[in-house]
């Protein structure tokens, strides 16, 4: 190989590395992207089932400013917000 045919092929080497180096930090960006979705996700899905558990313990117990609520509708909250906190608390965190 001649002089100026080592630095093409040197050159393109180095083209593919640092083509490959913002391939992966582009990537670990979007994932870390992602990860903060999940957790406002995550957060959300939790208070939103805090919101609709107690929603329904008043509706139950119907003590509250005079909140009355079918015992089924309220029973039924108290599992979608049960429900919902579990899986927000469950949901996988990579």
Same mark, same amino acid.
């Given at each position: +190989?001649?002089?100026?045919?080592?630095?093409?092929?040197?050159?393109?080497? &180095?083209?593919?590395?640092?083509?490959?180096?913002?391939?992966?930090?582009?990537? /670990?960006?979007?994932?870390?992207?992602?990860?903060?979705? +999940?957790?406002?996700? /995550?957060?959300?899905?939790?208070?939103? $089932? &805090?919101?609709?558990?107690? +929603?329904?313990?008043? $509706?139950?117990?119907?003590?509250? !400013? $005079?909140?009355?609520?079918?015992?089924?509708? !309220? !029973? &039924?909250?108290?599992?979608?917000? &049960?429900?919902?906190?579990?899986?927000?608390? +469950? !949901? /996988?965190?990579?």
């Amino acid at each position: +190989m001649s002089c100026p045919t080592q630095v093409i092929a040197v050159s393109l080497a &180095l083209n593919r590395v640092e083509s490959n180096i913002k391939n992966k930090l582009e990537l /670990k960006n979007s994932e870390l992207l992602e990860r903060k979705k +999940m957790d406002y996700t /995550k957060w959300t899905l939790i208070i939103v $089932g &805090l919101i609709v558990l107690v +929603m329904g313990v008043w $509706g139950l117990v119907g003590t509250y !400013a $005079g909140v009355t609520d079918p015992q089924w509708h !309220a !029973a &039924l909250k108290i599992v979608v917000g &049960l429900v919902a906190v579990a899986v927000g608390f +469950m !949901a /996988k965190r990579e």
